[in-house]
């Protein structure tokens, strides 16, 4: 079970930071978002036993994932918010191998918190 929160509204250039809790300690966890009528798209990627992180080129200098361990939840702290990022945002869990931003490889999922940015 994934469960996200720190979504909310905020003015261009604003901040959030998205939390997401896990029931248990997953290996590879990932933020993904879908706006109205787009795909929904890989953001941020890590690899729990490193850190190691990888970004979807809009957001990389602004959005930065990471984790805590001993709470099992992995963040998403986002600065220079833009009108562009609002969207539901979603983590993720468990990829199935491929493409880590193909949403599709994906095996768990949380439900979603909304960032709206105006």
């Known amino acids: 079970q994934l469960v996200e929160s720190g979504g909310g509204s905020v003015q261009t250039g604003g901040s959030l930071r998205l939390s997401c809790e896990a029931s248990r300690y997953r290996t590879w966890m990932a933020w993904f978002r879908q706006a109205p009528g787009r795909e929904r798209e890989g953001v941020a990627l890590?690899?729990?036993?490193?850190?190691?992180?990888r970004y979807v080129d809009s957001v990389k200098g602004r959005f930065t994932i990471s984790q805590d361990n001993a709470k099992n939840t992995v963040y998403l702290q986002m600065i220079d918010l833009k009108p562009e990022d609002t969207a539901m945002y979603y983590c993720?869990?468990?990829?199935?191998?491929?493409?880590?931003?193909?949403?599709?490889?994906?095996?768990?999922w949380g439900q979603g918190t909304q960032v709206t940015v105006s």
């Open positions: 993720a869990a468990e990829s199935r191998g491929g493409i880590w931003s193909d949403w599709t490889k994906w095996e768990y």
């Open positions: 890590i690899y729990r036993g490193t850190g190691d992180a």
